[in-house]
């Protein structure tokens, strides 16, 4: 069991910080862009690609996109006709990985991501 911090060292993040974390998890809330920094936490891929496997219209997944890229959590390139996208660093892969396996906490007596040889004690 961990030790008691006195209450004095104990902070609380900035309002600021709140505020922005709350907007995250509220994009990250939705279920098809949790599909889509799922996909992505794999490898980049583009947006007809995305579309193709969440069977979803480009369109609907385009609208998800660029709520992604504007809450910073998905980056962009442009290749030709074709644009690609990708996680926009390696924390957006493990706030999805997290999320993904604590949800697996509260269905499963054990979490699947703690079978197999990557068993997380």
Do not use: F
Not at 15 to 24: I, K, M, Q, T
Request: some cysteine; aromatic content about 2%.
């Amino acid at each position: 069991m961990a030790e008691s911090t006195p209450l004095a060292e104990v902070s609380l993040p900035s309002d600021a910080d709140l505020d922005g974390a709350a907007e995250l998890a509220r994009l990250v809330a939705d279920r098809t862009r949790l599909a889509i920094l799922a996909l992505l936490a794999q490898r980049e891929l583009s947006v007809g690609e995305i579309a193709q496997k969440l069977q979803r219209p480009m369109a609907s997944v385009s609208q998800h996109l660029a709520k992604l890229r504007i809450g910073r959590l998905v980056s962009s390139r442009r290749a030709g006709t074709t644009i690609y996208c990708a996680l926009a660093n390696e924390h957006v892969g493990a706030l999805v990985t997290n999320i993904l396996e604590q949800s697996e906490h509260t269905l499963y007596d054990r979490p699947p991501h703690h079978e197999g040889p990557h068993q997380a004690g």
